[in-house]
Structure formats: C-alpha cells, structure tokens
C-alpha cells in the first residue's frame, strides 16, 4: 500500500440531533469539531437524519392499502374515466 495517499481512518462520533442519539462509526469525513466521548476526545459530526430517527427504521412509516397502484388510481378516477368514455 502506498504511503501518504490513503484518508486518515479513524473512529467518528455522529449525533442524530433529531433522536438525540450517538453513535462512534469508523469514517475518513474531514470535519473540525470534537467531543469528548466516553473519556475520549473524538472527532464529531452532526447529522439530521439517521436510522434512529428515519421513518423507515423506527416503523412510522405511512403504509398504503394492499391493493396496488392500479386499483387506487381506478377508485380516484374510474367514474371521471367512465363518463368520458360515454
């Protein structure tokens, strides 16, 4: 491996704001800031969005019927469609 032209990897600590939750991931992101954690001073990176705080990971996600794009679209339009038909 050549020297001097890899990121730098170390452990980051990213902070979902919107779930006040940390996490300590390994990462090359450059970033200024730090925090101590655990003891440690580590590097520290906020984010707005994370899988503690996403709909699709904590199950609040808005779920549709079972019964397909088809039939919705026939339910919302199939009388407008029907009568331009006529």
Do not use: C, N, W
């Not at 655990?38 to 699709?56: F, I, N, R, T, W």
């Amino acid at each position: 491996m050549k020297q001097g032209i890899h990121p730098a990897y170390r452990q980051v600590v990213f902070h979902d704001t919107t779930a006040d939750a940390y996490f300590v991931v390994g990462s090359t992101i450059k970033t200024d800031r730090t925090i101590e954690h655990e003891g440690k001073q580590m590097p520290y990176v906020l984010l707005d969005v994370s899988s503690a705080s996403h709909v699709y990971y904590t199950g609040k996600q808005k779920e549709f019927g079972k019964e397909g794009s088809a039939a919705r679209f026939s339910q919302r339009f199939g009388g407008f469609l029907g009568a331009m038909k006529k």
